[in-house]
């Protein structure tokens, strides 16, 4: 009988090798990052009595070299250094969509002036951080083709952040969307059989044709999109109630995703 649980893992591997075989990564690489991988999960959630984990409980449980573990932890420690983005982009385009200052007498994202007081992209800008500079966060929008600029007003051209101009944001995205969709579903597993903590739903169907997937496509982007603009509306409307609360230390994201496959080839065994 096959595992269970190699059959997930190999459901689940399957597209995270077909992204690194089109970048051109070879099974070394992937088995380098799979090491740390394992020296970070251990370190960060199988310590004892909270207690610093020692290189040789750690080469117990991953079953690796401790010359191996050694260098994979230092590797580690320099790079946790390395300052992480603070997202200023996005929240600057949810600003721009949630704020009423900013939006229109509809509730959408008004067309801004360049600058100047009032309901401006300057003013924008400076609502959000006083770490980015009104030109500089312009320059970007432009480049990853989320506003356009026409005679000194700017105008917002993307539904949402959706960075496909540029390689490292959306492999960003990649990263942090669906490494908590996958850690939510694990913290689910691995509470059972009791119910997990975690939110998590999926409708599936097959034997459908293509013109009824064009219509589920529409249908599911449509509520989507809807559902994710009003939890991301409450959200900054919560982070700002927070802001000064000691305990405003946790995360939160919500997703929704659509996908769809011809399996004629499958099922015919081509």
Known sequence: MTDPLATAMRRIMLPLVRLALSRGLVFQTLSDWLKDAYVLTATRHFSLDEKRITDSRLSLLTGLQRKDIKAIRSRLKADSQVPISAGHLPRL?????????????????AELSRAGEGASFEVLVTSVTQDLHPRTALDELLRLGAVEVEADRVRLTADAFLPTADAAAMLGYL????????????ENV?????????????????????????????????????????????????????????????????????????????????
């Open 93 to 109: 385009l949810a600003h721009w969509r949630n704020d009423a200052r900013f939006q229109t007498g509809e509730g959408q994202p």
């Open 175 to 186: 990263g942090g969307n669906l490494g908590d969709h996958a850690a939510a579903s694990v």
């Open 190 to 270: 691995l509470q059972a059989p009791a119910p997990g903590p975690n939110f998590e739903r999926a409708v599936h169907y097959n034997r459908l044709s293509e013109d009824s997937i064009r219509e589920l496509d529409g249908l599911s982007r449509k509520l989507g999109q809807a559902a994710l603009e009003k939890i991301n509306a409450r959200a900054r409307e919560l982070q700002n109630r927070d802001a000064d609360l000691t305990d405003a230390t946790y995360r939160f994201r919500v997703g929704a995703f659509v996908y769809t496959e011809d399996t004629a080839e499958e099922e015919t065994g081509q």
